[in-house]
């Protein structure tokens, strides 16, 4: 009776715990921003480039623009005549996310959803970020975000 217990408790924490972590075995980790992200097995190979964004019609209180990096990941399989859709992930500093409540004048409609943070950087994708459905992956890349998303959950701590 003791081992079945006992075989009972370590299959309920494996469940336990299989729920707060990836299956996606591709891991990207920048120590820059302190940014985890998975990839599945198809995406090994993967590129990374690291564009910017800058707020045109807001200033922070400083009165400088708001601004921030883009890490954009790219499938292995791109090509120019025949590309696959890009994940790109927003880097916003935590203040500014924090004062704005995401509310960020950077596309045309749509809002920002945070996929992780941690003490200096908050990191989000727009909720259109993968609405061209002709460009090949562009369902995938949507599973791929929800998953870190998923994942990732940070709950927000008091007093920060």
Known sequence: ????????ALGLMI???????STLPVVYHSERYGLTFRLPESWRGYSV?????????????????LHGSIIVFRHPGWKASDPY?????????RRDWMAKQGDFNLYAGGVFFELTHNAKYVFATHSRFNLDYETKGADEVGKIVAANREASRTPWLINE
């Open 1 to 8: 009776m003791k081992r079945m217990t006992a075989v009972c």
């Open 15 to 21: 469940l336990v715990g299989a729920g707060h972590r």
């Open 49 to 65: 480039r690291v564009k910017h964004w800058r707020e045109d019609a807001s200033e922070d209180d400083r009165g400088q623009r």
């Open 85 to 93: 859709h890009d994940i790109p992930i927003l880097v916003f500093r």
